[in-house]
C-alpha cells in the first residue's frame, strides 16, 4: 500500500508552494507589462472585439474561473470557451465580422487542442489577438506565438509547470497572472498570507474529511466559484483515480435534477461568493444541504456565510479581494481534500494511472484537418 504522507508526494508540494508561487507571477507579469498592454491596447480598441478564455479540462475552468470579473472589470462580455469545443466546432465560435481576443491557458502547451485551437480561430476570425498564459516557455504553444505581432507569451516560471499528474499551482498561477495581465485590482500579498495560513491546518483538516469514507462529493458555486467547483470536482476524480465520484454545479442548478447524486456517502462542499446578493442563494442551498444530509456532511469553505450548522473552513483576510482572487485562495482546501482521499486509499497522487489510462498531458488525439473557409 502507498505510503499515506502527503509530504512525500510531489502533488503535496506543489499545493504547499503557491503563496509564493503567486508573488512569483506577480513579477513575472511585471516583468511582462510593456508587451502585454500593448497587445491588449490593440485587441480591445475595437469595441466589435470577442474576449474568448480557453483551454482544456483545468485550464478551460481557470476561464471559467476569471469570466466574471474580467467582464466587470473591461465592460464588456468575457467568454469561457473550451480548446475542445472550439476544435470540435470551430464555425460556432467565430461571429463572420468579430475580430477575436483569444486568451490561452496551458500548464505544458503541448496538448493537440492548444494549439489547433488558435490556428483555427486564426483562419476563421476575421482578426485574432492571442495571448498565451503557460507554465512552459519551451511548449509548443509557446514557441509558436513568441516574438509574434499579434501575440504575447506570459510564460510563468518553472515551478509552476507541476510535475505531479494533477494541476495545482499551475491553475491557482495561471489564474492570478490573467488578473494582473488585465489590471485586475488584487492585493497578492493578502491572496498569499492567507494561502499560508489555510496550508497551517489544510493537512490535518483535509484528512478529517477524508476519514469519513465519502464516495461521493458535490462541490457548489456561483460566478466565478462555479469554475471552482468544476475544478475541485475534477481534482477529486483525477487524485482518486475515480475511486470518488465529484460532481460540480451551481446552488441554483443543483436543485434542478443534479441533486438526485445526493445520499448518505456524499459529502457536499459550498464556496461561497463574496457578493451578498449572489451568497444568499449559496446560503440557502447550504441550509438545504444539512437539512438533507446533516451537518457533519455539508461543509462551508470561504470567508464568510451563513453556513447554519454545517461545518466550515475559514479562509481569513480575503473580504477585499475579487471572487476570482478568493477562488484561488479557495482552491487550496479543495486540492487538500482531493489529495487527502487519495492517500486514504492508498493511491499515488503522483501517478494516480500508473496503466496509462489517463495521462498528465493528453494523449491519443487527432486534430483532423478542417475545409478552407471558401470550401464550407
Not at 467582464?71 to 465560435?93: C, F, K, N, Y
Not at 505544458?108 to 503557460?134: F, K, M, Y
Not at 478568493?326 to 486514504?344: G, K, M
Request: aromatic content about 4%; overall charge negative; some cysteine.
Amino acid at each position: 500500500m502507498q505510503e499515506k504522507q502527503p509530504g512525500r508526494s510531489r502533488t503535496a508540494g506543489e499545493i504547499r508552494q503557491q503563496p509564493d508561487a503567486w508573488r512569483q507571477v506577480a513579477r513575472t507579469v511585471a516583468e511582462a507589462r510593456s508587451g502585454i498592454d500593448r497587445l491588449l491596447g490593440e485587441a480591445l480598441a475595437d469595441p466589435r472585439a470577442r474576449v474568448v478564455l480557453t483551454g482544456a479540462g483545468t485550464s478551460a475552468f481557470a476561464g471559467e474561473v476569471l469570466a466574471p470579473d474580467l467582464a466587470r472589470h473591461l465592460g464588456r462580455p468575457v467568454e469561457p470557451i473550451a480548446t475542445t469545443d472550439i476544435v470540435a466546432d470551430p464555425r460556432s465560435v467565430v461571429v463572420a465580422d468579430r475580430p477575436v481576443l483569444l486568451v490561452s491557458f496551458a500548464r505544458s502547451g503541448d496538448s493537440p487542442e492548444s494549439v489547433a485551437a488558435a490556428d483555427l480561430l486564426g483562419r476563421l476570425a476575421p482578426a485574432l489577438h492571442h495571448v498565451v498564459v503557460t507554465c512552459n516557455a519551451s511548449g509548443a504553444l509557446a514557441r509558436q506565438w513568441s516574438d509574434t505581432k499579434n501575440g504575447v507569451v506570459i510564460a510563468l516560471p518553472d515551478a509552476l509547470n507541476d510535475r505531479g499528474f494533477a494541476m495545482t499551482s499551475s491553475f491557482t498561477g495561471m489564474v492570478l497572472a490573467t488578473l494582473l495581465a488585465f489590471g485586475v485590482d488584487v492585493d497578492v500579498e493578502t491572496a498569499a498570507d492567507a494561502a499560508a495560513t489555510l496550508l497551517d491546518t489544510a493537512e490535518h483538516r483535509a484528512a478529517a474529511i477524508a476519514a469519513t469514507e465519502p464516495a461521493r462529493l458535490v462541490y457548489l458555486g456561483s460566478g466565478a466559484f462555479k469554475g471552482l467547483a468544476h475544478e475541485a470536482a475534477l481534482k477529486c476524480l483525477e487524485l482518486t483515480a475515480g475511486r470518488v465520484v465529484a460532481v460540480a454545479d451551481t446552488p441554483l442548478g443543483f436543485r434542478h435534477g443534479p441533486k438526485s447524486v445526493l445520499d448518505e456517502e456524499t459529502i457536499a462542499v459550498v464556496f461561497p461568493s463574496g457578493d451578498p446578493y449572489t451568497r444568499a442563494y449559496d446560503d440557502d442551498i447550504t441550509r438545504e444541504l444539512v437539512a438533507s444530509l446533516g451537518s457533519d456532511r455539508v461543509l462551508v469553505i470561504g470567508a464568510e456565510s451563513e453556513s447554519g450548522d454545517a461545518r466550515t473552513w475559514p479562509i481569513p483576510g480575503i473580504a477585499g479581494l475579487p471572487d476570482a482572487a478568493r477562488a484561488i485562495v479557495a482552491a487550496i482546501p479543495a486540492q487538500s481534500i482531493a489529495l487527502a482521499c487519495a492517500l486514504a486509499r492508498g493511491l499515488p497522487p503522483d501517478n494516480p494511472f500508473p496503466g496509462g489510462e489517463v495521462n498528465r498531458v493528453v494523449r491519443g488525439v487527432v486534430i483532423h484537418a478542417f475545409p478552407n473557409p471558401a470550401e464550407g
